[in-house]
């Protein structure tokens, strides 16, 4: 087939080992790719290569160290490595700056290192987050700058990763994998690269425009079902109902393909994705003079939600006769999302924040993060016991529910605790028969719509 060798072995790079890159350099080399993973950041590549991994990703640590001693995989920061690869695949940051605008450095600047390495009869598969158009409009003329052109020299693929933190490697061996080729054979190539190595169904689409927009689609969905579910719980808090009931019942009818999927609500929306993909989605319609006038309400809601939770938490303690200034605050879990340690622009931050403007006391616990970035995202340390964070506090918000989480005795904690103590639930979404075990430990329990 053009652009994929038919030989039994196939040697690949992913250019960017974040998140992301290690995710699909580890699932490759598991079955069976040589993969060299080469990032510009040698304290990154140090890490990996010295056996660590930064990512709270279940499996994925021993997956890349299994790779790396089987020499099945390898690190480095040596672009040289494209000239081998008879498949490229790019995973390199897509941020945003504060207009919401792409920064294509870390892509412009992979491209123009690409273009010194490209050979004939290569196939590039970009994953990195764009706006619609910029695989056309940036990344080719860069590549071809080097001499070979587009879809006769070398094929081309956008196939957007779509994965969540936390589940990356199940959905990576389970997801459809969407397929927006240069042209007839980069298509075909790259969907035979996916059926061939991790082995599942792949979607076509008919140009990168129509791929890139399958990713900012998706997540432009998710932002707008959680600021649905957000503004459905201030309505329910307002009437006294539980909106886990509503949600409950309300997803129980059929409609389209699936039923009724109203999301749940929580302290924020927080990540490298939601809180820049729509935004990314905005100023692209808006260059082709189309106004998407839902994108800014869903962020204007979803990125309200900290200062309404640290509100809520102080009218709880209001409620127990305490003072913001006299008061102590436990937070448990501060990543983005349960179940991780990343603080890629979470929410917490500003819920701590706002505590700390009222005057509480506010202590820390993230057993899933690294101390250092805990210190410089917060500006403060994290306690390194959860003992010492409830030791004496007035509220245990539970901001971030990990699995390890499930285990705390939270009688023990109330003991430990002031009484009377508030336990609020900012994203644990306990169901009530748990709700009802907290009170009868002698907790006053609050959370966001309930």
Known sequence: MRFLPDSAELNAVVLGMGYVGSCVAAALADRGVRVTGVDVDPGLVAELAGRYCRYSE?????????????????????????????????????????????????????????????RPGQLLIFKSTVPPGRTRELVVPILESGGLACGTDFGLAFCPERLSEGTALRELAEFPIVVGGWDGDSAAAAAAFWRRTIGVPVIPCASPEAAELVKLADNWWIDHNIALANELAKLCGAFDVDVLDVIEAANSIPK??????????????????????????????????????????????????PAHTAGLILDGL??????????????????????????????TRDVVDNLRDAGVDVRLYEPLSRPEELERTFGMKARETLDDAVADADCIAVLARHREFDAVDFAALRRLAADPCLLFDGRAHYPRERVRELEDAGYVYRGIGR
């Open 318 to 347: 209001a409620d127990l006769g305490r003072a913001p200034d006299r008061a102590v605050v436990a937070i448990m879990g501060l990543a983005f999302k349960n179940d991780t340690g990343d603080l890629r622009a979470t929410p």
């Open 58 to 118: 279940a499996g994925l640590a021993g997956l890349l160290n299994s790779g790396l001693d089987a020499g099945t995989l390898r690190v480095g920061t040596d672009y040289a490595a494209v000239r081998d690869a008879d498949v490229v695949i790019v995973a390199v940051g897509t941020p945003i700056r504060d207009a919401g605008e792409l920064d294509d450095s870390q892509l412009a600047g992979a491209c123009r290192e690409l273009s010194r390495w490209l």
């Open 256 to 305: 389209g393909n699936g039923n009724v999927n109203i999301l749940l609500p929580g302290v924020g929306v927080g990540g490298s994705c939601l809180t820049k993909d729509p935004w990314m989605t905005w100023r692209a319609a808006r260059a082709r003079g189309v106004e998407l006038r839902t994108i800014p309400v869903a962020r204007e809601v979803n990125d309200g939600m």
